[in-house]
Nanobody, 126 residues
Framework: VQLQASGGGLVQAGGSLRVSCAAS????????????IGWFRQAPGKEREGVSC????????WYADSVKGRFTISSDNAKNTVYLEMNNLQPEDTAVYYC????????????????WGQGTLVTVSS
């Protein structure tokens, strides 16, 4: 399985950005819908933290408290792609954003995920 994150960039505080995670390499019966996909972020000098997660098969979602009400995760199953729409961005949201395939355990921890994308940088200026 391969994940390709994209869509990062520079945005002013209060602005919006959408990052994408395109997944490929699935083999039947373990198709895209079989797996949950999560977004993590890592700011300079900080640990990687869970941001959000979605189950494409039933649409169940999870959000970290720090992004609830501002970020929205969604999936386009026809395109094997998961999106993270980020609104009212703040400087503290600046980080490299990674997507990953969920395996087992708590969705908020990196150890619960297997395959990882390469990350996309989001920079929010004040």
């Amino acid at each position: 399985v391969q994940l390709q994150a994209s869509g990062g960039g520079l945005v002013q505080a209060g602005g919006s950005l959408r990052v994408s995670c395109a997944a490929s390499g699935f083999t039947s019966p373990f198709t895209f819908e079989y797996y949950s996909i999560g977004w993590f972020r890592q700011a300079p000098g900080k640990e990687r933290e869970g941001v959000s997660c979605i189950s494409p098969s039933d649409g169940d979602t999870w959000y970290a408290d720090s992004v609830k009400g501002r970020f929205t995760i969604s999936s386009d199953n026809a395109k094997n792609t998961v999106y993270l729409e980020m609104n009212n961005l703040q400087p503290e949201d600046t980080a490299v954003y990674y997507c990953a395939v969920y395996d087992s355990g708590s969705v908020r921890y990196t150890g619960s995920y297997t395959y990882w994308g390469q990350g996309t940088l989001v920079t929010v200026s004040s």
